[in-house]
């Protein structure tokens, strides 16, 4: 109703079906009850009416090396394609779609985004392409990806494309665990990245942005396998209620440690860093558990380690922690990790050292822009550096706050 108390007038508004509205419409009337193997051929027989051929779905891998291609019924399965050096990778670090001219017709790489976490790659070949096809097949990779996104959560088959190796049980636990890698909105964006990807055990982060506020954490649980899986699950399982419940930052340490406490005993522990952004004006507050300080990125380079006092880790019954506090700038970013990144021994015996994070941070900054990319690309550059391998989880989060607000979001124009 309006102010007036009246219907909106909807006259000489079209609402007949037109030819955009049934291509997308058919995906979601059927999406609700189609099996996931149904997918590929229904988007490849929604490409086909807008001149598409040979459609390929690739997924983003679990070590975030490779785009592999998702097989299936009517779709065009070739190799693994790069993230770093190939047009279907640059369409996912940009989020944008990269058009490849062939002979006599040209190749789209749409990014499937579900939210803004990259899910992979939608390639089609067209003979012409004009901006009503871009609006259309970027609408329709926008309805694939939640089409993966909700179908994962009751088949194993998007599990087995993206996965390139054996993994662990406690990979499989931590990894079923986790939030999307990656977060944008207009305020803040968010990516994280965890290694060794397959057999990844104690390492952990979480968050959740409820209206102007940030929640995150990082976790590092004692030990290895599927002892440290289990400890780093009942801790951020603990972590989640308290925040769901709205506890204050100073309690959320106190709850957790009893959680890890009671369950594992008392020589058991987990490294914790919780924190809270307000995404509206940049003030955040943090509370320290034996964990490495983030760094602080400003102007595209670490200027500072955020010291805060620290409590004894979770699980150890120690004092309430002090909460800090910092204010933020336009375009600052919190490079937060956990320890096996920096206590790595390099080939030679030497410990890789966090004057070394820093510096390949800061030589990864003047290359990359976009948080994901950057993530991605010191993840790989440290591992690189420190013989290829690790004996330790090692697991970086980065957030980078921006301000302002999302209102125009909400507006139709």
């Known amino acids: 109703m309006t102010d007036s108390g009246r219907k909106p007038d909807r006259i000489g508004v079209d609402r007949s079906e037109g030819f955009g509205e049934r291509l997308l419409g058919v995906l979601l009337d059927r999406a609700h009850e189609m099996p996931a193997d149904l997918i590929a051929p229904l988007v490849a027989e929604e490409v086909a009416r807008v001149g598409g051929r040979d459609v390929s779905i690739l997924l983003q891998d679990y070590e975030q090396v490779l785009l592999v291609p998702l097989p299936g019924?009517?779709?065009?399965?070739?190799?693994?394609?790069?993230?770093?050096?190939?047009?279907?990778?640059?369409?996912?670090?940009?989020?944008?779609?990269?058009?490849?001219?062939?002979?006599?017709?040209?190749?789209?790489?749409?990014?499937?985004?579900?939210?803004?976490?990259?899910?992979?790659?939608?390639?089609?070949?067209?003979?012409?392409?004009?901006?009503?096809?871009?609006?259309?097949?970027?609408?329709?990779?926008?309805?694939v990806a939640d089409m993966i996104v909700t179908k994962d959560a009751y088949t194993d088959q998007f599990f087995q494309a993206r996965r390139s190796a054996p993994m662990s049980v406690a990979a499989e636990v931590q990894w079923s665990l986790l939030p999307p890698l990656s977060m944008t909105v207009p305020q803040v964006e968010v990516a994280g990245i965890l290694e060794p990807a397959y057999d990844v055990a104690g390492d952990s982060f979480d968050y959740a942005l409820n209206g102007d506020m940030l929640h995150m954490a990082m976790l590092d649980a004692m030990g290895h396998g599927l002892d440290a899986a289990?400890?780093?699950?009942?801790?951020?399982?603990?972590?989640?209620?308290?925040?769901?419940?709205?506890?204050?930052?100073?309690?959320?340490?106190?709850?957790?440690?009893?959680?890890?406490?009671?369950?594992?005993?008392?020589?058991?522990?987990?490294?914790?860093?919780?924190?809270?952004?307000?995404?509206?004006?940049?003030?955040?507050?943090?509370?320290?558990?034996?964990?490495?300080?983030?760094?602080?990125?400003?102007?595209?380079?670490v200027v500072d380690r955020l010291e805060s006092p620290t409590t004894l880790p979770v699980g150890f019954g120690g004092e309430e922690p002090v909460v800090s506090e910092q204010m933020l700038r336009p375009g600052d970013r919190l490079l937060c990790f956990t320890d096996g990144l920096i206590e790595e021994r390099q080939p030679g015996g030497a410990q890789?050292?966090?004057?070394?994070?820093?510096?390949?941070?800061?030589?990864?900054?003047?290359?990359?822009?976009?948080?994901?990319?950057?993530?991605?690309?010191?993840?790989?550059?440290?591992?690189?550096?420190?013989?290829?391998?690790?004996?330790?989880?090692?697991?970086?989060?980065?957030?980078?706050?921006?301000?302002?607000d999302a209102d125009h979001?909400?507006?139709?124009?």
């Open 73 to 143: 019924r009517r779709l065009r399965v070739g190799g693994p394609e790069s993230v770093e050096d190939s047009p279907a990778g640059e369409a996912f670090l940009s989020r944008r779609t990269v058009e490849v001219p062939l002979d006599g017709s040209v190749r789209m790489y749409l990014p499937l985004l579900d939210g803004s976490d990259q899910i992979g790659v939608l390639a089609v070949t067209l003979d012409t392409v004009d901006d009503d096809d871009r609006r259309l097949l970027r609408r329709l990779a926008g309805l």
């Open 230 to 301: 289990t400890m780093a699950t009942v801790a951020v399982g603990a972590y989640r209620h308290t925040r769901r419940s709205h506890t204050d930052l100073s309690q959320v340490y106190a709850f957790m440690d009893r959680a890890i406490n009671e369950q594992f005993g008392n020589d058991h522990f987990v490294t914790a860093q919780m924190m809270v952004l307000n995404v509206a004006t940049g003030r955040l507050q943090w509370v320290n558990a034996g964990h490495p300080a983030p760094l602080l990125i400003r102007d595209r380079a």
């Open 352 to 404: 890789f050292g966090e004057e070394q994070l820093i510096e390949w941070t800061n030589r990864v900054l003047r290359d990359r822009t976009e948080v994901r990319a950057v993530v991605r690309a010191l993840s790989h550059a440290l591992k690189h550096e420190r013989g290829g391998a690790t004996s330790d989880d090692a697991t970086i989060f980065l957030v980078e706050w921006r301000g302002g």
């Open 409 to 413: 979001l909400a507006a139709f124009d």
